[in-house]
């Protein structure tokens, strides 16, 4: 690519972009801590995210962890794309848990940049991790979070290109001091400088020693969309084949000499404590080793796994359950529908005349609620941590591999020198594993320090998984319009529930001249924490479910009420149409049958989905069909993208359908999956996925689909029933004949 | 307590008392941590494993049932390399996080050995384990393709 068909990166960047940008590239000097840390022989730093071995292998840094949404492959796509590098001579590694490999520079620039927020007004993902306790040991900086959908956002678009570009300058300026010709007549291709005046070349492994000397440039000419070969390719991910044959280590595989492994029963009402416990009854059974008492917690730490799971379910502890233990769903329902009856609510945005505007013989107002939802990641939450010599060296799979170093430092109190961290691959995340919600390794630690010298495997059964999560909130939203003379929605009030302020993903992308957000604050003991597309998950199925109904109201099509609607949302009304057009909006229904649609932005991506149900006389539903159009500005990896669109609509399919966390006595009831049903194979839609690449910026990839999932498949409910679903999950509700 | 049990051809003589679940033995005393532990109650088929050339979910099956059985793990279920279904799941590019593949893989590797060409509904109705990813649409797609060149 010779570099006159190069572009400047973006000039209007402004100050938080040089910020991004600034932060994006070490000094030279930074290079040989990198060198000594993550360095194989044969192998330089050029920057940040890049190694060059001097067989002109080019090996990517990802300051991410895998959690199976294909950033692995994405990631070093892009880097690879602007140092013109050979696919088949690009090696994937992740980034040491060390500060020098942060990523957090790039998540907080990107946020500042993309939404003009402050460093006070975070999303929910990163929240856990910016609370001023936490910042004084690791600090804000010092972030590898995974989650928000940002890896491809924020670390590819202002990290990976950048490392990428930045690094063949250099190697081309290198390889112009050698030959003595203006760095203007070289080119780069495969993993070589070229120069055509004279024929000659040189392989970037020749080059890297005098590349490192040049200064990084954090400006560097990035290629147009027009000129990339590797980018916007679906190019096979890199972790599939470890997927295959077993032989991915994830956490729960971690295998040390002389291991112990450790279950756990911790108390059943959030924030409890083990009052205590008598070991006597299980001291003599095979492999025990030790019964460990926790704060919240007691646990029997065996030679084998299910010797200490069958020791510590004969225990018989006894936990100080407080004013909490009484607490049940009915009654957390209960303060959810007084706030928002109540004379506190609390104003978030106002457009024009806001509620004022509710007049006029057309008032329609629903009210609707999700409950609270468990992660259930296939692989229990774990983790593995031996206490030697004052130091604490631990294993686990987790969204932030460097937050979760600083964390265990702050529970262990031991200077963030003397814990090592080692990250490995997740069997799911969906937000279960970000930082501010990480119990198991609070577990883990404290039981390995219990222990000194021998390392512990903690694994959470299903059980405890499923019972001590961090849950998708229980929210209440109160819904009012009036319609307008041509049955147009006049006005939009949304008043709704919240464990944590307000939700910037309740603003609607439809064009209506009066808007009022306001909120009421509901405090619970129910821990809660970010779940798969987070905010969106919420505000999606309450939006997009009012909406429907407003149109219906109206009498007037759903997909063309929406349309009108959306007049001034480009990428709205393409994405839309473009799922009408594939799912045959229109086209005759059969008796019995339904069609619904959705349309929802969140994390920079627009995604509409239409799904189409069948509802037997008896009620059954089926979910036969679901279309999905997406915006994500440009793919990185088409099907990677579709992979992650694919999984969130079954993702939350399952919720939709099925998905209730209820409390009882002031605990989680449910405990595995017979209580908390999957979408199997049996029950999944057939899904088509349809791409509309855009020029808007990159969107996200493994959030957004999840969504227009639950009022998509509502809608579709509606339709074919006259039953309109106002509260989650589906199963709760009476769809037989004689109900409708 | 002795305990002698058959996996992928190689005989272990273990010390593990009989009701002891084969998913822990297979991970915590054989050694072999492709078989995955998902919910302890046989709901997920994250555990599953051929014995006899069946599929079963080994977390809840006791040692002593499967004494003389042949047992086949992920580990052994490409005898030269990668299987016809390990082949495709690259193809179809099925796993995310991939947790839960090792136990789909050998759930479908039971299914064809007795069914070549299943149709969707024999898939779904043999194979009931649980993906949170939701690999499903491209499991239908690989089985599929098996399914179809193997007419």
């Known amino acids: 690519m010779a570099s006159t068909r190069r572009i400047v990166v973006l000039g209007g960047l402004g100050t938080a972009g040089a910020l991004v940008v600034g932060y994006a590239l070490w000094p030279s000097h930074r290079l040989d801590g990198a060198n000594a840390l993550a360095a194989k022989p044969g192998e330089r730093f050029i920057n940040n995210w890049i190694k060059i071995a001097s067989d002109d292998t080019v090996t990517v840094v990802v300051p991410h962890c895998d959690m199976g949404t294909g950033i692995y492959t994405a990631l070093p796509q892009m880097a690879a794309e602007e140092l013109d590098a050979d696919w088949t001579k690009v090696k994937v590694e992740a980034a040491p848990p060390d500060s020098l490999f942060a990523n957090g520079p790039l998540g907080e620039g990107f946020i500042l940049l993309s939404q003009g927020m402050t460093r006070d007004s975070l999303p929910a993902f990163l929240r856990g991790t910016a609370d001023n306790s936490f910042r004084t040991v690791a600090g804000f900086m010092n972030l590898q979070v995974t989650g928000g959908s940002s890896a491809v956002r924020a670390t590819g678009i202002f990290g990976m290109r950048i490392a990428g570009a930045s690094a063949r300058e250099m190697l081309v300026k290198a390889a112009a001091a050698r030959w003595h010709v203006d760095t203007e007549s070289c080119t780069t291709k495969s993993n070589r400088v070229l120069h055509a005046p004279s024929g000659r070349s040189l392989g970037y492994g020749e080059l890297v020693a005098d590349a490192v000397s040049y200064t990084p440039s954090s400006n560097p000419t990035l290629k147009l969309r027009s000129q990339y070969t590797l980018v916007g390719k679906s190019i096979a991910r890199v972790d599939i084949p470890k997927k295959v044959n077993g032989t991915t280590t994830y956490g729960v595989d971690v295998k040390l000499p002389g291991m112990a492994y450790a279950a756990i029963r911790i108390a059943p009402v959030f924030g409890s404590k083990l009052a205590s416990v008598d070991s006597s009854t299980v001291a003599s059974r095979r492999g025990v080793l030790k019964v460990v008492r926790l704060d919240d917690a007691v646990v029997v730490v065996a030679d084998r796994f299910w010797r200490a799971r069958d020791a510590v379910a004969a225990l018989n502890p006894v936990f100080h359950a407080g004013a909490d233990g009484t607490v049940n769903s009915s009654q957390l329902k209960a303060r959810r529908v007084a706030a928002l009856a109540g004379a506190d609510l609390k104003k978030d945005k106002t457009i024009g005349n806001g509620a004022d505007a509710l007049t006029g013989a057309r008032v329609i107002e629903a009210t609707y609620t999700v409950p609270y939802l468990a992660h259930a990641t296939m692989e229990p939450m774990n983790a593995t941590a031996v206490f030697r010599d004052g130091r604490l060296e631990v294993w686990s799979g987790t969204q932030d591999g460097l937050g979760a170093r600083a964390f265990i430092a702050k529970t262990a109190k031991l200077p963030i020198e003397n814990v090592t961290f080692h990250l490995l691959p997740m069997g799911g995340g969906f937000g279960r594993r970000l930082p501010g919600f990480f119990n198991f390794l609070e577990h883990a630690v404290r039981t390995a320090m219990a222990m000194p010298g021998t390392p512990v495997k903690l694994i959470y059964t299903r059980e405890q998984d499923m019972q001590h999560d961090y849950y998708r909130p229980n929210v209440m939203n109160r819904m009012r319009s009036a319609l307008d003379a041509k049955g147009m929605p006049a006005v939009w009030i949304s008043d709704y529930t919240t464990d944590s302020g307000a939700n910037s993903e309740a603003h609607i992308a439809y064009g209506i001249a009066n808007q009022s957000y306001r909120i009421a604050q509901v405090a619970t003991h129910v821990p809660v924490g970010p779940w798969r597309s987070v905010e969106a998950s919420w505000h999606g199925f309450f939006v997009e479910s009012f909406v429907d109904e407003l149109a219906h109201a109206a009498k007037l099509d759903p997909l063309a009420y929406r349309r009108a609607l959306l007049a001034n949302s480009p990428r709205h009304l393409a994405t839309l149409n473009l799922a009408a057009e594939k799912a045959g909006w229109g086209s005759p229904v059969p008796t019995g049958k339904g069609r619904g649609i959705a349309v929802f932005e969140s994390f920079g991506t627009v995604v509409a989905h239409v799904a189409d149900v069948t509802v037997g006389t008896d009620g059954a539903l089926k979910v036969d069909r679901i279309v999905s159009a997406v915006d994500a500005g440009m793919s990185v990896n088409p099907d990677g993208l579709k992979a992650q669109i694919e999984g969130a609509i079954i993702y939350g399919l399952a919720a939709a359908l099925n998905g209730e966390i209820t409390i009882e006595k002031g605990a989680v009831a449910q405990a595995n999956f017979p209580d908390y049903e999957m979408i199997r194979l049996a029950t999944c839609p057939q899904i088509e996925v349809y791409l509309h690449e855009s020029d808007a910026p990159v969107g996200g990839a493994g959030e957004p689909g999840v969504p227009p999932t639950a009022p998509a498949v509502a809608n579709a409910i509606f339709a074919a029933t006259g039953v309109r679903v106002r509260d989650l999950p589906i199963k709760n509700h009476n769809l037989t004949v004689a109900s409708r | ?151």
């Open chain 2, 1 to 151: 307590m002795s305990v002698q049990l058959k996996i992928n051809g190689k005989m272990y003589d273990l010390d593990v008392e009989p009701d002891a679940p084969l998913l822990w033995v297979i991970r915590d005393e054989v050694g072999l941590t492709g078989t995955k532990f998902g919910c302890g109650i046989a709901q997920c088929g994250a555990c599953t494993v051929h014995v006899n050339g069946n599929a079963q979910r080994s977390c809840a099956t006791p040692v002593s049932s499967v004494v003389g059985a042949d047992i086949t793990t992920i580990e052994a279920i490409g005898e030269n390399g990668l299987s016809p279904v390990q082949q495709a799941w690259i193809d179809h590019q099925v796993p995310q996080c991939g947790y839960c593949q090792s136990g789909m893989i050998m759930a479908v590797s039971a299914l064809l050995k007795t069914n070549p060409h299943p149709s969707e509904d024999d898939l779904a109705a043999a194979v009931t384990n649980i993906c949170r990813c939701g690999t499903y649409p491209r499991i239908r797609n690989a089985v599929r393709a098996l399914a179809n060149e193997k007419v």
